[in-house]
């Protein structure tokens, strides 16, 4: 079992930054890769970004390139979302996912999420 636990959300004006911090932890497993996605109320959720583990390979939805910048340690099984030039349009729950190896098995992982307002 492996859990993903998140923290940096909160309330920013719009043009501000924050980042957001995942962490997971377990025992005996392995990480694929590891993403950000995003639920805005009413709306489906949505792939924000996504590193893989051995090549730290990235990739971004359009609405987010160039602002948010996702990266990993990977000794500490850690994945963050640098998130620059807010807009109110970001407003969301962002949840981190990660795709896990544990024993032989491969599992997909969900955090709890945490809220990001972008308001002045």
């Known amino acids: 079992q492996v859990q993903l636990v998140e923290s940096g959300g909160g309330l920013v004006q719009p043009g501000g930054s924050l980042r957001l911090s995942c962490a997971a932890s377990g025992s005996s497993f392995s990480i694929n890769f590891m993403a950000w996605y995003r639920q805005a109320p009413g709306k489906a959720r949505e792939l924000v970004a996504r590193i893989t583990s051995g090549g730290g390979k990235t990739s971004y939805a359009d609405s987010v390139k160039g602002r948010f910048t996702i990266s990993r340690d990977n000794a500490e099984n850690t994945v963050y979302l640098q998130m620059n030039s807010l807009k109110p349009e970001d407003t969301a729950v962002y949840y981190c996912?990660?795709?896990?190896?544990?024993?032989?098995?491969?599992?997909?992982?969900w955090g709890q999420g945490t809220q990001v307002t972008v308001s002045s």
């Open positions: 996912n990660a795709e896990a190896v544990v024993v032989v098995k491969t599992y997909l992982y």
